[in-house]
């Protein structure tokens, strides 16, 4: 009987043992600092209450199932942020994160599943084993019936209440997965619905504009494109110095152009995903789409109160891009049928857009072209007939390899480089298009960017956004213009693209009451301030 009691009370340490060593493995790995501290807390009560001796076997069962929820939550947690943090530095209440699930459509969420599925799987399986192995040590720990001795009962006392303690403090309490999870739900159910609202928002913005009275400075015809891209990081472009000639087109119409083309060298985002960096530039860098309109300014109302008109045509399939900025156009032109990371909708499809565009007899004219780029996945961005790139053994996979990137990151690079050459082709003759019909009395201008960077194997080894990495936010940013050319000195200017607007607003030649020279690259006021983003990006890095 002796021997059977120590055993029991040999596997109820153990139990215990194992139920908390697992619980804050989990917690340490989502959390840092001191709330690491704060959530064990918050996880410590319904462990506490498996050391209560209960005889009926129907509390016994309630308990169970009680703590096995409870724990279960805080494992799920943990392990969910675990996932976000490793691969994109993110937290859930983040806006990347928030973002991403407020626009994210079924199927893109199953495609999105597919091609993460060995993280996933692995995530599942690890997940799927911590929960077991919490629901056997609760199990066991449940059995016991055993009184306290007095020392267990005023320290099992003492930290009930510590941990009652911390519940009742509201601020420790928003951490608990019970109150988090819920309020993260209602907050991407607010960011659909102000998405869906944008009617009167888009109202408010153009009575802002007309309130401004934006004049355009300059006589005779304009027109404007602007090329938007995704993903693109400069450091993959040969006319940016890249070792792969990735972009021959674009190169070529630098040396055509000379000084009315300016390529940027310095070019930032500001934000690593698509719907804040857009957001960004079109509101000035006020963020319009989380915020009360106000005073408020949009690019594309300022551009019709001034007198153009104007377009959008996408190769996107995204709501909210289209809700918030898109609608704004006069004529709106979405060509892609194929919603996802999975569609194949090439972007020299809209080069006839472009085209019919620019041959419309309106005087003035801004036209926003908004391509996928190099938007994951890479593989689908280019046509099947265009030739590969080298597969291994040239100078860019050799120093992948000295740095210890692993196989299929070198492979990804090949395809993302290929994806890029192939985007080089379409927005170089977006630029000859735009070239070609501009009209000699009147003046013309090209701007394109990337909304932000992406890391291909540059600094770590990871493929897609990188919110903690220099490689999320280096983008391309070129211009040109029919009627003048650029300063020598321009070209070593920054740039940060939630800027962008101002500059654009001064190749349309708009004037008003608050146009910030200051911020346009294109001014002799110029003048840059490095802007804040992720705190684990240090610097900017020329």
Avoid at 122 to 130: F, P, Q
Avoid at 280 to 302: E, K
Avoid at 435 to 464: C, N, Y
Wanted: proline content about 5%.
């Amino acid at each position: 009987m002796i021997s059977q009691g120590l055993g029991r009370r040999r596997a109820l340490a153990i139990a215990v043992a194992l139920l908390l060593t697992l619980m804050l493995a989990i917690i340490a790995a989502g959390y840092e600092g001191k709330r690491i501290a704060q959530v064990a807390l918050l996880a410590l009560p319904p462990v506490l209450w498996l050391r209560l001796p209960l005889v009926s076997a129907r509390w016994q069962t309630v308990r169970l199932l009680t703590v096995s929820f409870l724990v279960g939550l805080f494992i799920v947690d943990g392990a969910m942020r675990a996932f976000l943090y490793t691969l994109y530095g993110a937290v859930p209440d983040s806006s990347l994160v928030l973002a991403a699930a407020a626009n994210a459509t079924p199927r893109e969420a199953a495609e999105y599943a597919s091609a993460h599925g060995v993280a996933l799987s692995v995530l599942a399986g690890g997940l799927a084993l911590a929960l077991a192995a919490s629901v056997l040590c609760i199990h066991i720990c449940n059995r016991h019936a055993e009184p306290l001795a007095r020392f267990e009962r005023w320290l099992l006392a003492g930290l009930l209440l510590l941990g009652i303690a911390v519940l009742a403090s509201k601020p420790w309490r928003s951490h608990h997965p019970l109150a988090f999870w819920p309020r993260w739900a209602q907050a991407v159910h607010t960011l659909q619905t102000a998405w869906s609202g944008q009617r009167q928002h888009h109202e408010a913005l153009l009575a802002n504009a007309r309130a401004a009275a934006p004049a355009v400075v300059f006589p005779g015809p304009s027109t404007v494109v602007v090329v938007l891209t995704d993903s693109i990081n400069r450091d993959n472009m040969s006319l940016y110095g890249y070792a792969r000639t990735t972009t021959p087109h674009l190169s070529a119409l630098q040396a055509e152009e000379r000084g009315k083309f300016l390529t940027l060298r310095h070019a930032w985002s500001v934000e690593p995903a698509t719907v804040a960096s857009l957001s960004g530039l079109f509101s000035f860098g006020a963020r319009d789409q989380d915020d009360p309109v106000g005073d408020t300014h949009h690019l594309l109302a300022l551009a019709r109160a001034a007198g153009y008109r104007v377009w959008w045509m996408s190769n996107h399939d995204d709501t909210a891009i289209e809700r918030q900025h898109a609608q704004l156009a006069d004529a709106l032109e979405m060509i892609n049928r194929e919603p996802g990371r999975s569609s194949s909708s090439l972007d020299g499809e809209l080069l006839d857009c472009l085209e019919e565009a620019l041959l419309d007899p309106t005087p003035r004219k801004l036209i926003i072209v908004h391509l996928l780029g190099a938007h994951p996945h890479y593989r689908l961005r280019a046509p099947e007939s265009l030739p590969h790139l080298p597969e291994a053994d040239d100078v860019v996979d050799a120093q992948m390899l000295q740095d210890g990137r692993p196989a299929w990151l070198r492979s990804m690079r090949r395809s993302y480089d290929r994806a890029i050459g192939y985007h080089d082709t379409v927005v170089a003759q977006t630029l000859r298009l735009s070239r070609q019909h501009a009209k000699p009395d009147g003046h013309a201008a090209w701007m394109f960017l990337s909304d932000h960077g992406q890391e291909v194997g540059h600094t770590i080894s990871h493929a897609g956004h990188s919110p903690d990495t220099v490689a999320g936010y280096r983008i391309p940013a070129l211009i040109w213009r029919s009627h003048a050319n650029f300063g020598a000195d321009v070209a070593q200017r920054p740039f940060r693209a939630d800027w962008a607007g101002w500059t654009l607003a001064d190749l349309m030649g708009l004037e008003w009451n608050a146009m910030a020279h200051d911020r346009n690259v294109l001014s002799d006021h110029y003048r840059w301030r490095a802007p804040t983003i992720q705190a684990r990006v240090a610097s900017f890095h020329q």
